[in-house]
Nanobody, 123 residues
Framework: VQLQASGGGLVQPGGSLKLSCVVS????????MGWYRQSPGKQRELVAT???????KYGSSVMGRFAISTDNGESTVYLEMNSLIPEDTAVYYC??????????????????WGQGTLVTVSS
């Protein structure tokens, strides 16, 4: 199982950016997917999560500005970021809580992380 995040970059304050994260591998189902971020010297914090039923949750600092969604097949999670501010500068990580089988064994609620994509908000 692998998660591949993309879409980071440099954007001016007030601008927008859309991140994507694709889950690949032999998975049975995805329970939830999410985005977290980490700035230098700070702990990793929740940005947004979405369950397999479409229930979303947002961190207080991004509520109303960011939107999380998945594709129809639910193997890709997106993070649409609007009205970006310098404080949004961070490495953004995606994760997935999923169920999968390997050989004759199956595993539930295993969390995988993507490699991170850097978002820089600066003029």
């Amino acid at each position: 199982v692998q998660l591949q995040a993309s879409g980071g970059g440099l954007v001016q304050p007030g601008g927008s950016l859309k991140l994507s994260c694709v889950v690949s591998g032999s998975i049975l189902s995805i329970n939830s997917m999410g985005w977290y971020r980490q700035s230098p010297g700070k702990q990793r914090e929740l940005v947004a999560t979405i369950t397999g039923r479409g229930v979303t949750k947002y961190g207080s600092s991004v509520m109303g500005r960011f939107a999380i969604s998945t594709d129809n097949g639910e193997s890709t999670v997106y993070l649409e970021m609007n009205s970006l501010i310098p404080e949004d500068t961070a490495v953004y990580y995606c994760n997935a809580d999923l169920n999968y089988c390997s050989g004759y064994r199956c595993y539930d609620d295993v969390v995988y992380w993507g490699q991170g994509t850097l978002v820089t908000v600066s003029s």
